[in-house]
């Protein structure tokens, strides 16, 4: 065993506990992890991701939806799909789990972003990646301009975080909130149809920065349409997600083309996408 | 320059375990690979071990630490905890693994498994670096020795490797068999204290034999089959017309995913990450992985490389552009041909160049 106590690898995590569950929809909850002896387990910018890990079970990368701006806690918002994230949702508060990060890469909230009018289009829990720069930018109102938050779900049930959309998001600033669910359902009264056509209806000016996160279908649909809006490739951001297991480009998972989507990444523009072999 | 004659290498051996672990190639059921020195082992210095030394600085297996589980019961909480509504049962603590902290010496590395240490060294050691992989560089001492004998599979040369001489090579010694002698010579400054250390075995000798050795090994290398390989259209910004080549839908086929050429190979740095539930806590070890096999990118929501045919491409895409797009202009194969030696289904990345080549040149494949 290492009894140079100050030795740390990459590789090696923290340990976080788990000081809140949210429940978000039927498959998505929200936890909020914090260092055992209170407060945040490490600083993180919006859009990076850290690994979560049940000992025993898998690890996983997420991304931190908590804006860095909360100085209190981080947040994961984790839809239960697979092995590991099964075994998180049966978590209790009080529970602890390891993590390690942040990793990639991060929305470019303090350059590029900055001054801007920003177009948010989520689907699901795509909204998990883009809350933390929404939050961000809300806590930082005076450095952004118009802010339009266009999110869609399967269904009212699937949307996350709606609490918090209705009761902040939508009573900022120079904040407009569209939200639209797949199909007709009984106590809905908002918009019904899918986020590409809706966004088509609404009908967007250029004069802003899209970013885009949701189903890889989704994602497809709605860069077809921003670019029959006018957006530029240049113009536009999402994340793109592979299978991870390092976090630091070595372990050749997430590699696609030159890049590794866990160090280059997470987030790109979608003329540096163009630029990869088509294999996301 | 210094040397010993070859029947008492084992003294030499015994002087350098004497100070230092020592690993070497080792001949054990027929079988070469490098491994741990002991009295009476039988080595053999000529011919082409089965896997790459690598192993020495990334091994195929390593604890990276430990997940220790507390359990509380719910009775013995604090009562503090319990005003606070946080239910403890299981407390988890970490325990890294020690770093390797003790010098080492790996004997009898060829020039091109020392060029494969170079390729790994971009990966591990950018920030940041994997600080495993990192004591186990800083600790290592590396003693080349030129090939005696280039196998018909070796093609080191079309990577810019010279077999005669591993002091091109980031050997910190490097070593010639000419004749009946062991000639050394240190290259760097670890590569000069191990000399001291050892000088009691050595004799004084004259570099002439060494030079006549070099042409000979030299005249083999330029004899074999695959060195004469070309590879033009490969290397950095080659992405798009190489990956969507419709060549690789009729070249890939015979390969059966069993991922033996990324085991054998030198530069191969792909891994896994898993837990090993022991009785008191969980073990989480770093595993060598492969990217030809059908779950190496598999998520719970499906994944990006679905078919043998994309995993194929994936694997000489990085080694021939993906990888010198990265590393101003380095290819991550060094031509040991051991791929070539290991592959049932004889499919390598001699066969991939060479397919390349020929429906460049406007030949059929």
């Not at chain 2, 430990?66 to 009562?79: G, R, S, W, Y």
Request: proline residues 4%; negative net charge; charged residues 25%.
């Amino acid at each position: 065993m290492c009894d140079c106590g100050n030795s740390k690898d990459i590789l090696v995590p923290q340990v976080g506990i788990i000081t809140g569950i949210t429940q978000e929809t039927p498959d998505v909850k929200t936890f909020r992890v914090n260092a055992p002896d209170g407060g945040k387990l490490f600083e993180h910018m919006p859009g990076q991701c850290a690994m979560v890990c049940v000992p025993g079970v898998s690890e996983g990368m997420f991304s931190i939806t908590s804006s860095p701006t909360n100085k209190e806690f981080q947040e994961f918002s984790i839809k239960k799909c697979g092995i590991l994230t099964e075994q998180l949702h049966s978590l209790e508060v009080g529970d602890m789990v390891t993590v390690r990060g942040p990793y990639g890469n991060n929305f470019p909230v303090e350059t590029e972003f900055k001054g801007k009018n920003l177009l948010f289009i989520a689907g699901g829990i795509g909204l998990a990646p883009l809350r933390s720069v929404i939050n961000y930018c809300l806590d930082n109102r005076e450095n952004y301009g118009r802010i339009d938050i266009l999110y869609g779900s399967r269904s009212a049930d699937d949307l996350v975080k709606l609490q918090e959309i209705q009761d902040v998001w939508m009573k900022a600033p120079n904040v407009n909130v569209y939200l639209t669910i797949d199909r007709e359902q009984e106590g809905w009264d908002g918009h019904v149809g899918f986020v590409p056509t809706y966004l088509k209806e609404i009908g967007f000016k250029t004069d802003c920065i899209g970013i885009v996160c949701g189903p890889p279908i989704m994602i497809k649909f709605v860069l077809q349409g921003l670019k029959e809006m006018g957006f530029t490739d240049e113009q536009i951001y999402t994340t793109l997600e592979l299978r991870m297991k390092c976090g630091v480009g070595k372990c050749g998972r997430c590699n696609i083309g030159s890049k590794f989507v866990c160090k280059d990444g997470p987030v790109f523009r979608f003329d540096q996408i163009d630029e990869l072999p088509n294999e996301y | 320059m210094y040397k010993i004659s070859l029947k008492d290498l084992d003294t030499l051996f015994r002087e350098i375990a004497g100070n230092n672990e020592l690993i070497l190639p080792v001949k054990k059921a027929g079988q070469i690979n490098f491994g741990a020195y002991e009295e009476g082992v039988e080595t053999d210095l000529i011919n082409k071990s089965v896997k790459s030394p690598k192993d020495a600085f990334f091994p195929q297996f390593e604890t990276l630490y430990n997940v220790k589980k507390t359990i509380t019961p719910a009775d013995e909480l604090a009562d503090g905890e319990e005003a606070a509504n946080t239910k403890i049962r299981t407390k988890l603590s970490i325990e890294m693994e020690g770093l390797k902290d003790k010098d080492f010496v790996i004997f009898g590395m060829r020039a091109c498994d020392v060029k494969g240490v170079e390729v790994l060294d971009n990966v591990f050691l950018s920030d940041p670096a994997d600080s495993f992989y990192k004591a186990r560089r800083d600790h290592g001492i590396i003693v080349a020795l030129a090939c005696k004998e280039p196998e018909e599979s070796c093609f080191c040369t079309v990577f810019g490797v010279d077999p005669a001489d591993p002091t091109k090579a980031k050997a910190d010694v490097a070593t010639w068999i000419v004749g009946e002698d062991l000639y050394w010579k240190a290259v760097t400054e670890k590569g000069e204290k191990l000399t001291e250390s050892v000088k009691s075995a050595l004799t004084d000798a004259d570099e002439a034999a060494v030079e006549s050795e070099k042409a000979n090994i030299t005249s083999i290398m330029d004899k074999l089959p695959n060195t004469k390989l070309s590879l033009e259209g490969w290397g950095a910004g080659k992405t798009d017309e190489k990956f969507n080549s419709e060549l690789w839908g009729k070249i890939y086929n015979p390969c059966l995913g069993c991922g033996t050429c990324t085991f054998v190979c030198p530069t191969c740095q792909c891994y896994d990450i898993k837990d090993y539930n022991t009785k008191d806590g969980i073990q989480r070890y770093r595993c060598w992985d492969s990217c030809m096999y059908s779950d190496f990118t598999l998520m719970a929501g499906g994944q990006n490389r679905t078919s043998q045919l994309q995993r194929f491409r994936q694997r000489f895409m990085h080694k021939l552009v993906y990888y010198p797009d990265r590393y101003d202009g380095m290819f991550s194969c060094v031509g040991c041909g051991r791929c070539v030696d290991k592959c049932p289904q004889s499919l390598n990345i001699v066969k991939v160049i060479k397919a390349f080549d020929k429906e460049e040149k406007g030949g059929a494949v």
